[in-house]
């Protein structure tokens, strides 16, 4: 061959592989369009004969196809409803099902170390959690649901394609230039087929139904679920089956024991045997066999082309690929390859005795469809003569006089509404099919080799695949919303960006306002530039405790967007789904609640676009509000721009709580923007000589004497800046001489802890903080990198978006848990008491300038007055993004006293809890900003960090966290005989406190479980007002009844103990009660379990008796869950449910509105046509609410204000009617003496739109 052949043949060879390619990824990109396709022709293959057989018996062929289509979509309704049901059920129970196999593990490692076998039970239960293969499930008919929202395309290309069925034959003659038809291999493609689906659907439809079959005499759960998994799987030979049968042996080996999952095993494999191996040769013949590899390719191939969809049609798609090849000559050699090894031994032998080839005198995959034939015509010969005698009956005589009659057209006129609700249940249907599909996710696991955990974790559902070259390295100039950073304002010459000084807002220009917006927009988008690749926005954080970053992207502007409208500076909003799901974040009761991100969140293009509109909006806000004209006056709290600045400052809370979340990603996931502040330069100092030795790579934190003094707490309420509602009010104390150490504890100082072995004895943790750190199984602190072996005690340092070499001489970043156990090792050590600083010690630490702030005006506030380079450069604080990390400890100007990094470098812990000062105000534009956290379960913290920006960064910040939290935080030693007059709210009595208290629970239990005689032994006593929970929940239960309503999901927020909850699992298939108390959740969750709980009942003092709470059998209480959430932040995934229940919660709640406003709208709790059940004495109590936030129980403007009147108008415009009104009484008894009366208001509702 010459070389200009073999070049010409290279060429033809590059040239085809690259049309390949783009072809195929064109084929991808039309997905959308080409999937719904694919369906549409499988449906239509399948009907086809259908069609044709009720034709022959003269029904018109319109008719025809709407006869087998609706039988076909209502049957597939039918289904889709009980599928759906299971697949919610089965979400909800994963978590109780990997808990029993971890219960059952227990006892299997216990009997296996008995014998001497040594097992370790976690990494047994990663390779045996159940929820991998369940889950898998759940998103295989997720993503077919996921194509079916695209249903009613679907359909009317089904019904197009089947009124064109007769004329595609001759067309494509025609095309390919046969008018006389004599190409015969064309009409045996069309055939082959024709016949090899509908045969292969009428074959796994059989499959499916017999597994169900069997399913349901093993008292197996979702028996219809895993029937419809066999039926789709069955299309996908050899592996299908066993794809099918394992999540349903995982489920029963959990549930009903090793025997039943033999039995099941045995079930699965009788009836693949006969369908696969027995009926299904006999009826399709051994031509049109795959080859194991090809099937598996196969499944990989058009997986990753067409998605979930493609996979479960990758075999008929192969299939259909092979029929085409044995069609032509010219691709028989390709089909022989695609084949088993029975077919090339066929072809071999017939090409052996001089015979034609298999494939030549018939078509490839010889079809022996007799009996399918002969069933398809007698059911359409049923179908065809009830078709025609229903015609007749319509057309005769004696039923045209009859309509003429008055009582016909009568009852016409009857029938009119319920006809017309049918007809828009059939435009609906479609949509309401999706609807339940989707309930299981909407997409595949992922197939690819790097993933191989996608099955066991919902969250990867959000990935798309689209954008992961994009968010790859630098980001390219699209993903810039506002301005990029080169024209950022806080630019440094570096080319890095630091922020801006915190507005006074008595002088602050129109300029200088959008400057400031337009920094904290640009820095946020610069710290969200260093999450590489999708993955980064929708992973959650390790603890699975906050939402993913894609969360904190949309977040900052869709409250921009809420307040804007509350303050009257915009009318309308931008985008009400968005503004729903976006507006209210997570905190986290406990660090094991692991109940969250399993959302299907929108993609980062959307909330991009979303982000565009915002800048757009809130900046023309600026450039045109008359307010911030030259020589305005002060912007003031009761000012509408107070809100702009809200938005201003709110983003930079979320600036440094991303920082957060980013820092605990992993590290192939983020990477350092050029433009974001680079890490301090002690830095890039030599690795110190480990071990870390005191004075060499950290100096000695020696404790320094403050005299006692007076002190003053709280913002005046005249000070220029924007101030969030807790820095308000004013508290004057006394401190009382005490000690602290000059500086933060350093890594250095708290690594003689860590080797002490702080981290594995108990008695330096208090109660709450040893179960954290068992949970966690810590050993050191989290941002610690082990550098060796675990017992060498070496480590280096996760910084934001690094690992460097451990800067011993930095403040550690740990938790309010560490802290405290710290303080307890050096109390051990010194032999004397160790705390963290109260607030009023943290105010006498201060520089003489900060302390006397309050008459020194402005100027005592530096980050009023520099933005961060010049912070550092001049005062010394790491604040303000100044850098982009923490810095040595002795490194600041230390105060007069000799204190250093009073404020900047990290947080610092205090041992107040978070609460209100003294005379502060809610404010109504975010009136459960603060309120919500003054429950004694959330620590103070002051003085910022390298990362705090504007009122963050201000003298005036007051924040907090759960203790368990990372934020950036560290903290410093005090010493001294008392307190530091800390304010604590864990006290019995506080507002926190008075639902954990062991007797208010005994008396709850009394309310909800007590007999009638019980909860009011006199004959005197109102026994009209005993079992209220009772009552309560059947006022929804007769609702439903009454009013027609769902009852497939209730939720009962503020169920206390659990009553009403149980009661509702009577008619509601799935009931979810939430409560804030932990004590309560505990009781209800161990009668969920047990069925039953011991209480006791006071009669006088210490004396009493103890009775036992009990849930009726007759309830299934496994239809029952708990979880403690705080009724005013509810996790953003609770949504849709057909019944709501706020049971004497209202008048309770910091924020009544906050959880009002969570019933309507986008991502509403209740579900248009459901109900909503409202009881409340409305009992307004400051130490609960405060004034601000009550609905009513006040005068405005001289004229009472009823609570009643305020929640009807704000239900009402959420777009709910009330159903009905009354007053219940209820009876709490304290004591065999005391009992409280109490006359609940109660309402019933409907969401109507």
Known sequence: MSPRIETDT?????????????????????????????????????????????????????????????????????????????????????????????????????????????????????????????????????????????????????????????????????????????????????????????????????????????????????????????FLLNYVPNIGSIIAALPVLAQVIVLQGPMTAVLVAAGYLSINTVMGSIIEPRWLGRGLGLSTLVVFLSLMFWGWLLGPVGMLLSVPLTIIVKIALESTADGRWLAVLLGPAQELERELEASSEGGAPLFSPAPPGHFRPRLYQTSVERASRLFGRAGGLFGDFVRSPWVLSLQKKPWVSGLKAKTSEPLRRVALFYRSFVQLLSNIYRLGGTIMMSLTPNTPESGAEPWRSNLRGDLDAELAGPRPVWWWTGLAPQDSPGRQPDGTLTSLPQPNLATCTRQQALDYFNNGWTLTETLFSGLQGEEAFFRPPYHHLRHPMIFYYGHPPALYTNKLRVAGLIEQPLDPYFERLFETGVDEMRWDDMSKNTMRWPSIQEVHAYRQQVYRTVRHAIETHPGLASGHPPITQDHPLWALFMGFEHERIHLETSAVLIHELPLNLVRRPAEWPKLHPSAGRQPAVFPPRLGRDYPANALIGVPGQPVTLGKPADWPSFGWDNEYGRRETTVQPFQASRQLVSNGEFHAFVVDGGYRERRYWSDTGWEWRTFRNLKQP????????????????????????????????????????????????????????????????????????????????????????????????????????????????????????????????????????????????????????????????????????????????????????????????????????????????????????????????????????????????????????????????????????????????????????????????????????????????????????????????????????????????????????????????????????????????????????????????????????????????????????????????????????????????????????????????????????????????????
């Not at 064309?186 to 139904?209: C, M, P, Q, W």
């Not at 100007?893 to 009073?902: A, I, K, M, Q, S």
């Not at 506080?990 to 007999?1011: K, R």
């Not at 403690?1124 to 209202?1146: H, K, W």
């Open 782 to 1249: 989290t941002f610690w990198v082990p550098d060796g072996p675990a017992g060498l005690n070496r480590f280096r340092l996760r910084t934001l978006f690094e690992v460097i070499d451990m800067p011993w001489d930095w403040p550690v970043e740990v938790n309010y848990h560490e802290a405290k156990a710290y303080c307890a090792w050096c109390a051990e050590q010194a032999g004397g008491p160790y705390r963290l600083p109260s607030e009023a010690e943290h105010q006498a630490l201060r520089a003489e300038t900060q302390r006397r702030a309050a008459t020194l005006g402005v100027e005592s506030d530096p980050v009023m007055n520099l933005d961060g380079a010049t912070l550092i450069r001049e005062q010394g604080w790491n604040l303000n993004l100044a850098c982009g990390s923490s810095s040595p400890v002795a490194a600041s100007r230390p105060t007069e006293l000799g204190f250093h990094d009073v404020f900047g470098n990290v947080w610092q812990w205090l041992e107040d809890h978070f609460n209100p000062l003294p005379g502060a105000r809610i404010h109504p534009y975010y009136d459960d900003f603060s309120t919500p956290c003054y429950d004694g379960q959330h620590q103070m913290m002051l003085g910022g960090s390298w990362v705090s920006t504007g009122d963050e960064a201000s003298l005036w910040a007051r924040f907090h966290f759960r203790p368990h939290f990372f934020q950036h935080a560290g903290f410093r030693l005090v010493r001294s005989a008392g307190d530091g007059g800390a304010v604590r709210l864990d006290q019995a009595g506080t507002s926190g406190q008075v639902y954990e208290d062991p007797q208010v629970l005994n008396e709850y239990l009394l309310l909800h479980y007590g007999a009638a005689q019980e909860q009011m032994p006199h004959a005197f006593g109102p026994r009209d007002a005993v079992e209220f929970p009772v009552r309560c929940a059947r006022w929804l239960l007769d609702a439903a009844r009454e009013y027609g309503a769902p009852t497939e999901q209730a939720l009962d927020v503020g169920c206390a103990v659990g009553r009403s909850s149980f009661e509702l699992a009577r008619g509601y298939d799935d009931v979810l009660g939430v409560d804030l108390s932990r004590a309560f959740i505990d009781a209800a969750d161990a009668l969920r379990r047990d069925g039953e709980l011991r209480y006791f009942r006071k009669d006088e003092g210490r004396l009493g008796v103890m009775l036992n709470a009990m849930v009726d059998p007759a309830i299934d209480r496994s239809r029952v869950s708990f979880r403690q959430a705080d009724a005013g932040a509810l996790p953003a995934e609770l949504e849709g449910f057909d019944a709501v229940l706020l049971a004497n919660l209202l008048c309770r709640l910091p924020s009544p509105k906050a959880l009002l406003g969570r019933l309507g709208g986008p991502r509403g709790l209740v579900k248009p046509g459901g109900l909503l059940a409202i009881f409340s004495p409305y009992s307004w109590l400051e130490s609960f609410t405060p004034p601000e936030a009550w609905l009513g129980g006040y005068e405005r403007d001289g004229q009472p204000v009823r609570t009643a009147t305020a929640l009807g108008e704000f239900l009402r415009a959420e777009g709910f009617e009330m159903l009905r009104e009354a007053d219940e009484p209820l009876v709490i008894r304290e004591h065999a003496r005391k009992y409280q009366y109490i006359v609940a208001h109660a309402t019933l509702w409907r969401r109507v739109e």
């Open 10 to 230: 290279v060429r033809d060879v590059l040239f085809i592989c690259a049309a390949l390619v783009v072809v195929l990824v064109g084929v991808q990109a039309a997905s959308v369009v080409l999937v719904p396709f694919l369906l549409a022709l499988f449906l239509a293959i399948i009907c086809n004969p259908l069609i044709h057989s009720l034709m022959r018996w003269r029904l018109p062929q319109w008719f025809a196809i709407l006869l087998v289509l609706a039988t076909v979509f209502f049957l597939g309704f039918l289904l889709a409803r009980l599928v759906g049901q299971s697949l919610t059920d089965l979400t909800r129970s994963l978590p109780q099902y990997q808990r029993q196999l971890g219960v059952q593990l227990d006892v299997w490692i216990e009997t296996l170390a008995v014998l001497n076998v040594q097992i370790d039970r976690q990494q047994v239960l990663a390779y045996l959690d159940p929820s991998v293969l369940m889950g898998m499930s759940i998103r295989l008919l997720g993503g077919l649901g996921g194509v079916m929202g695209n249903a009613f395309f679907i359909l009317l290309t089904v019904v197009f394609m089947l009124l064109e069925a007769a004329s595609i034959p001759g067309k494509v003659h025609l095309a390919l230039h046969d008018p006389d038809m004599k190409l015969r291999q064309i009409d045996r493609f069309i055939e082959a087929v024709n016949h090899y689906l509908a045969i292969k659907t009428a074959i796994s439809l059989g499959t499916g139904l017999l597994v169900g079959l069997m399913l349901w005499l093993l008292d197996v759960k979702y028996y219809v679920l895993w029937g419809v998994m066999a």
